[in-house]
């Protein structure tokens, strides 16, 4: 039996306050345009990823929440996973330049990998699982191989697993910069202020339902690309300002304008999901009462006390300041109990809860 190194990372999902929707590229997974968000803590939220990697696997496999997975049949799985083995032929091929004697240098890119990944929480439910998947595979791969590029350079790879992914690979606050290039290169993830810069912001999520989601996001954004001409202003003119605005009132601690911006993305991104033909509906009856209690919520204390926002599926995420959080709780509790759907909608019948 050969020796087995392995790696084991956590990676946390993010939610969006920019939205990402869009690519110019689908192959590379360039995006029309930047986007910004805030990385969750990995204590709720998260995928755990193990890699192992051997001279006695024959192939490379991969167990997702315990079922394996074809990694084949995913051309995100294999770009991912061979981006990163050339980078590690790349250090190898240093180290024996740098003359390290060729027995000392572990050919770890020529050998097979068992890559076994658990979410804390449903896939594919709208919560960002391929975000913090495609992380956590990339981490582990770095952290194995021992890769000698920054964070930022490491983002590129997670980003040709799925988009948004590259943005977890930080936590805080985190910018994907679209780029112009055609080769990608200047599409990455920074890090706009770490966790610390704000501790008194909180995000509260709100489970409406934990079903897959009926259209896709890879499928219903090109759509959207293709057929909505709403979109082609939010590209152009309001997600370039809106980056620069939100970079500020995040420099600034400024929660109502980082709050306001983040309810106008949310609610741009689902106009424009409408606007696309045949029209995508993420949000359901639950969503909308969501964010109009929201805005209630925010007259009664005659300022913006609260933010939602919405991914590619019906569950909120509300931001708040931790001063107010304990009083949004007790709100969303008392009007949306648990056991009880406010609105017994025959789509949606999971009850409503938090945590
Ligand atoms: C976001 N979403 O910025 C936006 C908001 C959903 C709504 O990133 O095709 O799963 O893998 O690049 O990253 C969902 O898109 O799509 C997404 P791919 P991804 O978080």
Redesign the pocket.
């Known amino acids: 039996m050969g020796k087995v190194y392995e790696a084991t990372v956590t990676a946390p999902v993010?939610?969006?306050v920019?939205?990402?929707?869009g690519?110019r590229d689908?192959a590379l997974?360039l995006?029309t345009n930047s986007?910004l968000?805030v990385t969750l803590s990995q204590d709720h939220l998260s995928t755990r990823t193990t890699i192992r990697a051997s001279p006695d696997f024959t192939i490379d496999r991969l167990w997702l929440n315990g079922v394996e997975e074809d990694i084949n049949a995913s051309k995100?799985l294999v770009n991912s996973i061979t981006t990163a083995r050339k980078l590690r032929e790349a250090l190898e091929e240093k180290q024996k330049q740098d003359g390290i004697p060729a027995e000392s240098v572990v050919p770890l890119s020529q050998w097979k990998i068992h890559v076994c990944s658990e979410n804390n929480f449903p896939t594919a439910a709208?919560l960002?699982s391929?975000?913090s998947g495609?992380a956590a595979l990339v981490s582990a791969l770095g952290t194995l191989y021992e890769l000698p590029q920054t964070t930022s350079e490491l983002s590129r790879v997670a980003?040709v697993?799925?988009?948004?992914?590259c943005?977890s690979m930080f936590g805080g606050f985190v910018a994907?910069q679209a780029g112009i290039a055609d080769d990608g290169h200047d599409s990455l993830a920074v890090q706009v202020a770490d966790r610390q810069h704000w501790p008194e912001l909180q995000a509260l999520i709100l489970v409406a339902s934990d079903k897959k989601k009926a259209v896709?996001?890879?499928a219903g954004?090109q759509t959207t690309v293709e057929t909505s001409s709403l979109f082609a202003e939010r590209v152009r003119t309001v997600v370039p300002q809106r980056m620069e605005a939100m970079k500020e009132a995040i420099a600034k601690r400024d929660f109502e304008t980082f709050a306001e911006i983040t309810m106008r993305d949310s609610n741009q991104?689902h106009a424009v999901c409408l606007d696309t033909y045949p029209p995508i509906s993420?949000m359901n009856d639950t969503s909308r009462a969501v964010a109009g209690l929201v805005h209630a919520f925010n007259s009664a204390r005659g300022r913006t006390a609260a933010a939602y926002t919405?991914?590619?599926g019906p569950n909120a995420v509300i931001y708040a300041l931790k001063s107010d959080m304990r009083d949004l709780v007790e709100l969303f509790t008392y009007c949306f109990p648990r056991e009880d759907s406010i609105l017994p909608d025959a789509f949606y019948p999971d009850p409503f809860s938090i945590f």
């Open positions: 993010n939610i969006a920019i939205k990402y929707w690519k689908s997974i995006p986007s968000s995100r709208g960002a391929s975000a495609y980003r697993g799925s988009g948004s992914a943005r994907w896709s996001s890879t954004m991104f993420y919405y991914d590619a």
